[in-house]
T-cell receptor, first 114, second 114 residues
């Protein structure tokens, strides 16, 4: 069965701190895709990144970086030098090959204080 | 208008009312989705449409009735709802309903059922 676990329900940091959001997934498929979305207070989910199961290279985009480790079924997200505008709920999601479903975790609420 | 828009943004209705939620995507996508987001629960996929045909109904009660008249518009017709149906209803679209494609979300309709 597919499942995504985001054990951290809420994280609070002070601006300029680094913060890592954890994501652990379960799937029996060998081909799958992992996503991160950001949901700011305005409500819409904003796509951040997609990784496929065959690409374990870490990715960096500005202050954002992602660490994908198949050995531990984890796809963690790190924000470096956090800013107040990073405050949002962040969702990790899984999609198995050949399906049209995105399985979401329960989200991690990040609050960045000035 | 750009991206995915949803109207109304907020809706309060009684259990005997009939109302409709509207979603419009301006991205030229072929797939559209309805999700329900309740507090402290993962996003729940409700319906998937591909080229105006429903391809997924995720065991949603019949008091929720979707309609997709064309690939740019998606409606969710509501009747005789229950208070536990109060939630944020999110619409999304993607190039096609495959596991690879990221989904683009609207800002949601915050529904309160009295």
């Amino acid at each position: 069965a597919q499942k995504v676990t985001q054990a951290q329900t809420e994280i609070s940091v002070v601006e300029k701190e680094d913060v890592t959001l954890d994501c652990v997934y379960e799937t029996r498929d060998t081909t799958y895709y992992l996503f991160w979305y950001k949901q700011p207070p305005s409500g819409e989910l904003v796509f951040l990144i997609r990784r496929n199961s065959f690409d374990e290279q870490n990715e960096i985009s500005g202050r954002y970086s992602w660490n994908f480790q198949k050995s531990t079924s984890s796809f963690n997200f790190t924000i470096t030098a956090s800013q107040v505008v990073d405050s949002a709920v962040y969702f990790c999601a899984l999609s198995e090959y050949g399906t049209d479903k995105l399985i979401f975790g329960t989200g991690t609420r990040l609050q960045v204080f000035p | 208008e750009t991206g995915v828009t949803q109207t109304p943004r907020h809706l309060v209705m009684g259990m005997t009312n009939k109302k409709s939620l509207k979603c419009e995507q301006h991205l030229g996508h072929n797939a559209m989705y309805w999700y329900k987001q309740s507090a402290k629960k993962p996003l729940e996929l409700m319906f998937v449409y591909s080229l105006e045909e429903r391809v997924e109904n995720n065991s949603v009660p019949s008091r929720f009735s979707p309609e997709c008249p064309n690939s740019s518009h998606l409606f969710l017709h509501l009747h005789t709802l229950q208070p536990e149906d109060s939630a944020l209803y999110l619409c999304a679209s993607s190039q096609s309903p495959t596991s690879y494609n990221e989904q683009f979300f609207g800002p949601g309709t915050r529904l309160t059922v009295l």
